[in-house]
C-alpha cells in the first residue's frame, strides 16, 4: 500500500486504525511518561480491539422479556466474544425464530470470525425483514463499515450516509454521532478533507453531550490526526494529548499507543526529536506487551524516521532492520519489501546512493514475490533515477 515506503508517516493508517478497530497533558518535561495502562498484555490488546470494532458494529436496540425468544441468551455469547458458538446457534435455528435483531448479530459475529461475504447476506436479510428504521440504519451502517475495511471508501460513505439520514429521523443521537465518525474517515480517504474534519467534529460534539468517552476518544485522535496534516501543530498536540488522556482513563492499549505514535509524529515534524523518541518507544512498549508484531513493526519503523531526520544514520538503519525482521518472521513478503525500500530511503538520504540501490533491489524482489505488481514499476523508477544520479 506504502509507495513511498513509510518515508509519509504512517497518519493514514493511524486515522483509519481505530475506525477498522477499527487512534494528557505534557507541557513539562521533554520525556514521555511511563505507560499508565495497568493491563497491556496480549489479552488486553485483543480485548481493546474487539471492544472497538463492538463499538462501531450496530446491533438492534430491540430487547425482549420473552423467555421463549433466543436474543438473550445469545447476546449473552456475544457479550462474551464467543463468535463461533453464537454463530452455530444462529445457523440452527428455524426461519421463523431468526428476526432481524438476530440477523444483524448473526452479521456481526461473522464479521470478527473474518466471513465478511456471509455477514453481507445476514445484513442484508435484517435490512428485509425489520419494519424498525433504527434496525435498517444498523443494517446500512455495518454494510458502510464493511465497505470501508475493502478500500470501497466511495460505497462506505454512500451507505454510511443512508443510516445517518435514518438515524436523524429517529433522534438516535448516539447513532447519529457513530455514523458521523465513519464517515469522517470515509471522506478523509475520498480525498474531502474538509468535509471530513466537519463530520469528525460534529461526531465529537454529540459525543459530548451524550456524552460517550470512548468515541470522545476516537474522535479527538481523528481531529488530532487531520490537524497534524494540515501542519498546525499546536492544536494537533492539544487533540491528541486530551485523547491520550481518555484512552488511558478507560484502560484502552490500542487506543493509547496509537495517540502516542501520533504526539512522536508532531513532536518529530517539529524536530523536537527527544520528545519524539520518547512517546514511540511508549508506544513500542505496549504493542510488545501485547504481542502485536504488525504494529511492533511499523513502531521500529517509525523509530527509524525519527533517527533519520534526527541524523542518526546507524540508528536509523538498526531500527528498521529489527522492524524487517518482524515481518520476515511473520512471512509477510510485501511488508518486507516496503521495509526494505525504506532502509534504501534512509541510505539515499545519507548520500550511500549504492546501498540504496541495493535495497530497492531486494524491495523489488520482494513485491515480485507478494504479486505488488504496481509497487514494483514505482521501485524501478526509483532505481533507475539513482543509477542516473550515480553516473553524473
Excluded: C
Amino acid at each position: 500500500m506504502m509507495t513511498r515506503f513509510y518515508k509519509k508517516p504512517i497518519l493514514f493508517l493511524l486515522l483509519a486504525a481505530l475506525f477498522v478497530w477499527g487512534i494528557t497533558q505534557w507541557a513539562g518535561a521533554p520525556a514521555a511518561r511511563q505507560s499508565e495502562s495497568k493491563e497491556t498484555g496480549p489479552d488486553a490488546l485483543k480485548q481493546a480491539r474487539i471492544n472497538e470494532l463492538k463499538g462501531q458494529l450496530r446491533l438492534s436496540e430491540r430487547r425482549t422479556d420473552d423467555r421463549a425468544s433466543p436474543l438473550p441468551s445469545l447476546l449473552t455469547l456475544y457479550d462474551e466474544n464467543q463468535f463461533q458458538p453464537l454463530s452455530d446457534q444462529i445457523t440452527g435455528l428455524s426461519d421463523s425464530q431468526k428476526s432481524a435483531a438476530i440477523h444483524l448479530l448473526h452479521g456481526n459475529a461473522l464479521v470478527f470470525l473474518g466471513k465478511q461475504e456471509e455477514a453481507v447476506a445476514a445484513y442484508q436479510q435484517a435490512y428485509r425483514q425489520s419494519a424498525l428504521p433504527q434496525e435498517q440504519a444498523a443494517a446500512m451502517a455495518n454494510f458502510g463499515l464493511l465497505y470501508s475495511m475493502r478500500g470501497a471508501w466511495k460505497e462506505g460513505a454512500a451507505w454510511t450516509e443512508r443510516a445517518l439520514a435514518l438515524d436523524r429521523q429517529s433522534g438516535n443521537r448516539r447513532a447519529e454521532a457513530a455514523d458521523l465518525s465513519i464517515l469522517g474517515t470515509l471522506y478523509y480517504q475520498k480525498g474531502d478533507s474538509a468535509k471530513g474534519s466537519e463530520a469528525h467534529t460534529e461526531a465529537l460534539k454529540l459525543a459530548e453531550s451524550i456524552p460517550d468517552r470512548p468515541l470522545m476518544a476516537r474522535e479527538l485522535a481523528s481531529i488530532g490526526n487531520l490537524y497534524y496534516l494540515d501542519h498546525s501543530y499546536d492544536t494537533a498536540l492539544d487533540y491528541q494529548q486530551r485523547a491520550l488522556k481518555l484512552y488511558r482513563e478507560q484502560r484502552n492499549p490500542l487506543g493509547e499507543a496509537i495517540s502516542l505514535t501520533s504526539l512522536s509524529f508532531i513532536y518529530k515534524d517539529q524536530k523536537d526529536f527527544k520528545r519524539a523518541l520518547a512517546y514511540q518507544s511508549d508506544a513500542l512498549a505496549i504493542v510488545q506487551a501485547g504481542n502485536d508484531l504488525s504494529a511492533q513493526a511499523n513502531a521500529f519503523i517509525n523509530l527509524a524516521l525519527i533517527y533519520q531526520d534526527q541524523g542518526e544514520s546507524e540508528k536509523a538503519i538498526a531500527a528498521a532492520e529489527k522492524a524487517l525482521k518482524i515481518r520476515e518472521g511473520m512471512e509477510d513478503a510485501v511488508g518486507m519489501a516496503n521495509i526494505e525500500g525504506t532502509i534504501g530511503t534512509i541510505h539515499q538520504g545519507f548520500g550511500n546512493l549504492a546501498e540504496a540501490i541495493r535495497h530497492l533491489e531486494k524491495s523489488k524482489e520482494l513485491f515480485q514475490k507478494g504479486g505488488a505488481s504496481q509497487q514494483i514499476h514505482i521501485v524501478d523508477q526509483r532505481i533507475q533515477t539513482l543509477r542516473d544520479q550515480m553516473k553524473n
